[in-house]
Each structure stands twice: as C-alpha cells, then as structure tokens.
C-alpha cells in the first residue's frame, strides 16, 4: 500500500497561486491513478482533481476547472496541483490519494494529514 504525504499548503491572497505536493512511498506510485480532494470547514470531503497512472488523462471538478492543473513525476514519485486565480471559496484542507482510476473520485477512503490552503479576500 502506498503511503502518501501532502506538502505546499499556506495563506496566499486571492488570485494567487500555490502548487501542492503530494510525495508517495513505495515502488507502485507508477500503478496507480492519483487525486486530489478538499474539506472545507463543516463541509465534506470534495473531489477537485485527478490524474491516471499514465499521465495521459486528468479530470477536474467543474469548480476547479481551468484554474487548476494535476501532474504526476514518476522519477520523484510525486503528484502536483497548481492551483493558480484562487479564490476564498478554495480554502480548505487538501489531501491527495491513490487508487485504481474506476473510484479515484470517491470519496470514500481514509484520509491522511492533508496541507491546508487559506486564501484571503
């Protein structure tokens, strides 16, 4: 099972950008379709992007679509989320994980530690 650890969170104006990392152990990374979801306050769970084990094929959550972009790098074994023209409405904790790309988007899974992102108005 691979092991997950999300990084790059922190306050950032609106209309700014951050780039989250998401570092995975373990020598399957390349097996696995990866994502990326969000809790806001008293909220549940969301999903925001996700990224085959190719690369080849990324899907976006219509309220994070052309703002933000999913990438994998199998030599670091590690996922990205540019989040670039952010907005308060963004802010949350955001968590990463690994699955088979059938349930990526569910979010129905255990959830790790996350990395949070506060954008001020």
């Known amino acids: 099972q691979v092991q997950l650890v999300e990084s790059g969170g922190g306050l950032v104006q609106a209309a700014g950008s951050l780039r989250l990392s998401c570092a995975a152990s373990?020598?399957?990374?390349?097996?696995?379709?990866m994502g990326w979801f969000r809790q806001a306050p008293g909220k549940a769970h969301e999903f925001v992007a996700a990224?085959?084990?190719?690369?080849?094929?990324?899907f976006y959550a219509n309220s994070v679509k052309g703002r933000f972009t999913i990438s994998r790098d199998s030599a670091k074994n590690t996922v990205y989320l540019q989040m670039n023209s952010l907005k308060p409405e963004d802010s949350a904790v955001y968590y990463c994980?690994?699955?088979?790309?059938?349930?990526?988007?569910?979010?129905?899974?255990?959830w790790g530690q996350g990395t949070q992102v506060t954008v001020s108005s």
């Open positions: 994980a690994a699955g088979p790309v059938a349930t990526i988007t569910s979010t129905s899974r255990d």
């Open positions: 990224i085959t084990q190719s690369g080849a094929s990324t």
């Open positions: 373990g020598r399957t990374f390349s097996s696995y379709s």
